[in-house]
């Protein structure tokens, strides 16, 4: 018996044989196990979905309660599906993300869907899990990504602001996870005022509030007869497709920032038009993810969505067996 007897690419997704379901599948099938919630992994219309609590309930506040015909909460405990040993750990990719571990006749696959190992407090903490194999993804699968601590971006972000007190602050974030992470990040830095949020922003911040994840005080961005200067010097959070339109154009001098990885590529932050970028990532950088594999030892290595190739030949180079899945339907990050 082979890894791919327990988990092989179809155009569906990742799937399992011998327990008749996929992991984050980009189509509809009869049973789906799901990582996150994130538009590029859970998607509605299967018949059975399998996730963490969280993931469930983000899944239902984005797509409605109908979103599968059935649902099955996951968790670190083992459920039999089909005969195939199932758990779910924490990934500390977003709120409710999960790692899943799949085993059968004593071969046991992770597949870790979107993770990341910096401390996130609008996250549960990412959760070292051993297999055979190890799926991982590759986003930021290059040696030239390198995070910076998000406490230092915050500390622009609040320099900018203290610079420029005529000019609103508009930071994109992505609805799910990044918003929220922003936000306790922004807290963290010491700043205790009112923040603004895009309308596409409150249910998801209104959730994780409710699960525990203190945001402080948040007020809608909306422009209130026409008073503009209300919102100079001011923050404003919103999703980064509300910049192209003109909804932006509602606040005084608006001065762009965005939040993403990607940001620590220069020529991404000039095609955006953004004046301050923010590299604040949900993902792992190349160090966390060489770490992670030495960490799990696995005795082979999946690399999946991202730059597969540089990340094999890491593997190659260090005498560990790896190979690229090839998956397609999965963003580099997650588009709201």
Known sequence: MTPDDLLHPRPEGLYCP?????????????????????????????????????????????????????????????????GVSVSFHAAGHVLGSAQIRVEWKGLSVVAAGDYKRGADPASEPFEPVRGDVFITEATFGLPVFRHPDPMQEMARLLKSLHLFPERAHMVGVYALGKAQRVIRLIRAAGYTDTLYIHGALKTLCDYYQAEGVALGPLEPATDAGGDKARFAGRIVLAPPSAFAAKWAQRFPEPLIAFASGWMQVRVRARQRGVELPLVISDHCDWPELTRTIEELDPQEVWVTHGREEALVRWCALNRRRARPLHLVGYEDEAVE
Not at 18 to 28: E, K, L, Q, S
Not at 33 to 50: E, F
């Open 18 to 82: 011998p327990g008749d379901f996929y992991i984050d599948p980009v189509r509809p099938v009869a049973r789906a196990l799901i990582t996150h919630g994130h538009a590029d992994h859970a998607r509605s219309g299967h018949g059975a979905v399998m996730a963490t609590r969280r993931t469930l309930d983000i899944m239902a506040l984005r797509y409605g309660a109908g979103f599968a015909d059935a649902t099955q909460q996951g968790s670190r405990a083992p459920v039999d599906v089909n």
